[in-house]
């Protein structure tokens, strides 16, 4: 059973505009959530994180908020820009020293200018 | 700083034969852990070792084993490969303390005959 899941295979959206990628988790036991940014044959590239004391984390373009009582969390990405097209991966750990990271299938965005 | 680097890059093997993946972590960070990556399943842990010890294992036979060295290099092999077991794998490091991002390398595609 998927304990991270996002939901939407893909998502197009035009340069400038506010892309919004989503991801729903089972195990309320998760307390830090990762975005990751992957190329075709790279290895993903950390983007921003959040621990779940917080709501909200901000860098830059990115921000990603967290609503545990939905077990949701999303990332926007303002303004997008066609650099930013790519799989976008949700991840989520315990709060323990060494445990694995649980991905989600990702979410492939098109950023079209 | 330089990032987490594998090697090889590529690789093609056949059925029945063996196989061994390196990994150099980024420099101070004592955690590597291993994942694999295949359309159907997406990004799946292995292993994490940290300080020379597995500390935490996933959901694979035990045809997948791995190790690390003293300065943090990790090794992973797999033994009697099947064409299932096609897929990119890719390490990542971190410090090794709770919350830490897991920086991820470049991967190894290992393509099996």
């Known amino acids: 059973d998927q304990q991270v899941k996002q939901n939407s295979p893909s998502l197009s959206v035009q340069e400038g505009r506010i892309s919004i990628l989503n991801c729903d988790y089972t195990?309320?036991?998760?307390?830090?959530f990762l975005w990751y940014k992957k190329y075709p044959a790279e290895g993903p590239t950390f983007l921003i994180s959040?621990?779940?004391?917080?709501d909200k984390n901000e860098d830059g373009r990115f921000t990603v908020f967290l609503n545990k009582s939905a077990k949701h969390l999303s990332l926007h990405i303002v303004p997008s820009q066609p650099g930013d097209s790519a799989v976008y991966f949700c991840a989520a750990n315990l709060n323990q020293a060494g445990t694995a990271l649980i991905f989600g299938k990702g979410t492939t965005l098109s950023v079209s200018s | 700083k330089a990032g987490v680097t594998q090697t090889p890059r590529y690789l093609i093997k056949t059925r029945g034969q063996q196989v061994t993946l390196s990994c150099s972590p980024i420099s101070g960070h004592r955690s590597v852990s291993w994942y694999q990556q295949t359309p159907g399943q997406g990004l799946q842990f292995l292993f994490e070792y940290f300080s020379e010890t597995q500390r935490n294992k996933g959901n694979f036979p035990g045809r997948f084993s791995g190790r690390q060295f003293s300065n943090s290099r990790s090794e992973m092999n797999v033994s009697t490969l099947e064409l299932g077991d096609s897929a990119l794998y890719l390490c990542a490091s971190s410090l090794g303390s709770t919350g830490e991002t897991q920086y991820f390398g470049p991967g190894t595609r290992l393509l099996v005959l």
């Open positions: 959040i621990s779940s004391i917080k």
């Open positions: 195990n309320s036991m998760f307390d830090y």
